[in-house]
């Protein structure tokens, strides 16, 4: 079975200063990892999405994510935080080669604000 | 392309009441999903669809009813409504097992008084 943890259900940055949530997953095999953004009264739309190529992944809106097999993570970064960037946030974890995106398990969100 | 489109938006039902939430994509999307977000739970997947005809449960299946009768459509039904069900709906859908994208409709407020 997949689950993820996300750590901070609420983040505070300031505008141009670096953003990192964090997520954490749990797979018996091999995982394909996606982050989502969800802004207010929307539904969500994909950032970013590891499935067993580069490890390095970027996405858009410049953030990006690194898939750490070693620590089970997959941290979402981006260099100078915008106002725009204020959403909240899925990690979601999808089992390789066993089904996939019709069935995805996302983390419980990650509220970042972005302080002028 | 529209995406993916839902109907309603907004809802309100009295408990015990039945009710059908639309969902409809124009991509061709083989595979398609429900999912229901509340506070502090992130999204959880209520029923999923691989193919017309093919429909299977997902984590929180109880209390409703999904049929797949063509590619485009893919309704989610409340039997028997209860405040419980309060929460938004997002309906999903992906090309294929491949691409591992799903994209997501813009949601059905629900609740239930």
Not at chain 1, 91 to 101: D, E, I, L, R
Not at chain 2, 12 to 39: F, I
Request: net charge neutral; aromatic share 12%.
């Amino acid at each position: 079975a997949q689950s993820v943890t996300q750590l901070g259900s609420h983040v505070s940055v300031s505008e141009g200063a670096l953003v990192l949530l964090r997520c954490n997953y749990s797979s018996s095999v091999p995982p394909y990892l996606f982050w989502y953004v969800q802004y207010p009264n929307q539904g969500l739309q994909l950032l970013l999405k590891y499935t067993s190529a580069a490890t390095l992944v970027k996405g858009i809106n410049g953030f990006e994510a690194e898939f750490k097999k070693s620590e089970t993570s997959f941290h979402l970064t981006k260099p100078s935080a915008h106002m725009s960037d204020a959403a909240e946030y899925f990690c979601a974890v999808s089992p390789a080669f066993q089904g996939g995106s019709e069935k995805l398990v996302f983390g419980k969100g990650t509220k970042l604000t972005v302080n002028p | 392309n529209a995406g993916v489109t839902q109907t309603p938006k907004f809802q309100v039902l009295k408990t015990g009441q039945s009710m059908t939430l639309q969902c409809a994509q124009d991509m061709n999307h083989e595979y398609m999903s429900w999912y229901r977000q509340d506070p502090g739970m992130g999204l959880r997947l209520i029923h999923y669809s691989v193919g017309a005809g093919i429909t299977d449960q997902g984590e929180v299946p109880n209390g409703y009813n999904v049929s797949r009768s063509t590619t485009e459509d893919f309704p989610l039904r409340l039997l028997s409504a209860a405040p419980s069900q309060t929460s938004v709906y997002f309906c999903a859908s992906s090309y294929n097992r491949v691409t591992y994208e799903q994209y997501f409709g813009p949601g059905t407020r629900l609740t239930v008084t």
